[in-house]
């Protein structure tokens, strides 16, 4: 499995935007990347995610890099509700769908 | 979307029993997935549910240990048996809609079990 690095924590300042940065050098073509977050003593939830050009959804926007092997997640104002495990993940449909995680970003928002 | 719900929330339980969680969905799905949390870790894939056919665990999870049971397209079982407390964890069950589809996947709440 293609595997992703992040920094092991970040802290951010409520309502200031937050980059997290997710390097995956040896992502292959059919690899899409996600992003997924955890909350505290809840299930994973999906972010969002993108193969080539830069996405954004009501959540986040994801820029991916043009060589495709970093990416990043942009939260444009942190609230403290953002504070969780940010997850990037990449995911082929040659794996039959499933995710793996990796260690993540512990992401803490201060008022 | 999916809303999932699993059964039960938590658990404490003896060592050298067995506990099956059931993990239900309201609205037919392909892919079901099992993952375990250990305490302050990331998540592991245990196995992939299929229906109709035996699940396929990943490396380092067995039958014997983890059997599945998916009856139908909404519902699936994962027992964990004859425990340790190195078992105690989240069990989070997950799906997806389709084989090789790479959209959203969606998780239910966990089961938070202690073995004592």
Not at chain 2, 33 to 55: D, K, V
Not at chain 2, 64 to 69: A, L, V, Y
Not at chain 2, 84 to 107: A, K, N, T
Request: with cysteine.
């Amino acid at each position: 499995d293609a595997k992703t690095t992040q920094p092991n924590s970040m802290e951010s300042n409520e309502e200031e935007p937050v980059h997290l940065p997710c390097n995956h050098s040896t992502i292959s073509g059919t690899d899409y990347i996600h992003w997924y977050r955890q909350l505290p003593s809840q299930g994973p939830e999906y972010v969002i995610h993108g193969l080539t050009s830069n996405v954004n959804n009501r959540m986040a926007s994801l820029a991916i890099a043009e060589d495709r092997k970093s990416s990043t997640l942009i939260l444009h104002r942190a609230t403290l509700r953002d504070a969780a495990v940010y997850y990037c993940i990449l995911r082929s449909y040659n794996q039959g769908g499933k995710l793996i995680f990796g260690q993540g970003t512990e992401l803490s928002v201060k008022p | 979307s999916a809303v999932i719900s699993q059964k039960p929330s938590r658990d404490i339980c003896q060592r050298g029993t067995s506990l099956t969680i059931q993990c239900q969905v309201d609205s037919q799905v392909t892919m079901m997935f099992w993952y375990r949390q250990q305490p302050g870790q990331s998540l592991t894939l245990i196995a992939t549910a299929n229906q109709g056919s035996e699940a396929t665990y990943e490396s380092g999870f067995v039958i014997d240990k983890f059997p599945i049971s998916r009856p139908n397209l909404t519902f699936s079982t994962l027992t964990v048996s004859n425990m340790s407390p190195e078992d105690s964890s989240i069990y989070l069950c997950s799906v997806g809609r389709d084989r090789g589809d790479i959209g959203e996947q969606y998780f239910g709440p966990g089961t938070r079990l202690t073995v004592t």
